[in-house]
């Protein structure tokens, strides 16, 4: 099983920026996607954006042109966000799905917006 690590997560104001990170703890060598959701205390997990082992995005409508997900070679993932609201306060979670559909999630982090 693959250990997924989040770090990056803090407090900003709003306009500020964030970058969150995600480390597997090992190669996956039959990675499929690795994404981020967020999730407020009471809510349902929030689907934010995803990236592809080809490099394809996706984001969510609430984030779009706002954050930005990207990938290194050693299937780090990252996610950019600019511009954050106090809408985005939520704790952050990394996703790693395999070609055979087994999901990894990470611990978590937290990011809080506000003056």
Do not use: H
């Not at 993932?77 to 306060?89: G, I």
């Amino acid at each position: 099983q693959v250990q997924l690590v989040e770090s990056g997560g803090g407090l900003v104001q709003p306009g500020g920026s964030l970058r969150l990170s995600c480390a597997a703890s090992r190669s996956v060598f039959n990675l499929n996607t690795m994404g981020w959701y967020r999730q407020v205390p009471g809510t349902q997990r929030e689907w934010v954006a995803t990236i592809t082992r080809g490099g394809f995005t996706s984001y969510a409508d609430s984030v779009k042109g706002r954050f930005s997900v990207s990938k290194d070679i050693t299937n780090t993932v990252y996610l950019q966000m600019n511009n954050l609201k106090p809408e985005d306060t939520a704790v952050y979670y990394c996703r790693l799905v395999t070609t055979d559909n087994f999901v990894s999630w990470g611990q978590g982090t937290q990011v809080t917006v506000s003056a």
